[in-house]
């Protein structure tokens, strides 16, 4: 029988033995699989009754597998939640005091429509969590969204300081985009019936995305006088 190759001294490119970075990539992967087939599970069942062998099945891993990531669906549960909040990290990095309001507004507008209807089923997920109540919404990420919505309305604060928008109530202008980014996923069939159309398209992300900020920005931009 052939001896297998020794892997204990051989290393990447950063030092980090071989095997690491590959044990770190099988475990990045099976990780997607089991929160990709979990938002699936959850949106169908919801927490409780969802199992983790449902989840398992549809993952296309062992029970055991799983478990060897997860302690628990809540577990599962609660990191699904947290890869969509951090996500939308990703979106509000364009709200940024060194960039211009109209620039800033309108690419956050954008990535907000683009990242919904990419992840439909995580949006309606969360949607549905809010909807009863976020009873299983962690205390961390509550406080992550608390504190990321505080730094980001600084930002707005300081464009009104610096006279590039005229005052207004941060807050309450994300909640305003928010609820207008994600409608058309959350309420698709809604969105459908009033655009006249069996199913959204490119082009109505893109008028949706036109519309919205321009709409925000007609009311937000001082003018030169």
Not at 31 to 53: H, N, P, W
Not at 182 to 193: G, K
Request: net charge neutral; proline share 2%.
């Amino acid at each position: 029988m052939a001896e297998e190759p020794k892997t204990n001294n051989v290393t990447s490119g950063r030092g980090v033995p071989s095997h690491a970075v590959s044990d770190e990539r099988i475990r990045a992967r099976n990780v997607l699989k089991i929160l990709t087939a979990a938002v699936e599970v959850f949106s169908r069942k919801g927490l409780d009754g969802a199992r983790i062998v449902e989840i398992a099945k549809a993952s296309g891993l062992p029970k055991g597998n799983v478990y060897y990531y997860f302690s628990s669906k809540e577990e599962i549960y609660n990191a699904t939640i947290d890869r969509l909040i951090h996500s939308w990290d990703e979106a509000f990095r364009h709200i940024s005091a060194d960039r211009e309001p109209a620039e800033a507004i309108e690419a956050y507008v954008r990535a907000k429509l683009e990242h919904a209807r990419g992840n439909a089923a995580e949006t309606r997920l969360f949607a549905n969590e809010i909807l009863q109540g976020a009873e299983h919404l962690s205390l961390e990420a509550r406080e992550h969204m608390r504190r990321v919505t505080a730094e980001k309305a600084g930002v707005l604060d300081g464009w009104a300081e610096a006279r590039k928008i005229v005052r207004v109530d941060a807050r309450h202008l994300f909640i305003l985009l928010w609820s207008a980014t994600q409608f058309y996923v959350e309420f698709e069939a809604l969105a459908c019936d009033a655009l006249d159309v069996r199913q959204l398209r490119t082009a109505d992300y893109d008028l949706a995305a036109k519309t919205i900020t321009n709409t925000v920005l007609n009311g937000l931009l001082v003018r030169p006088e």
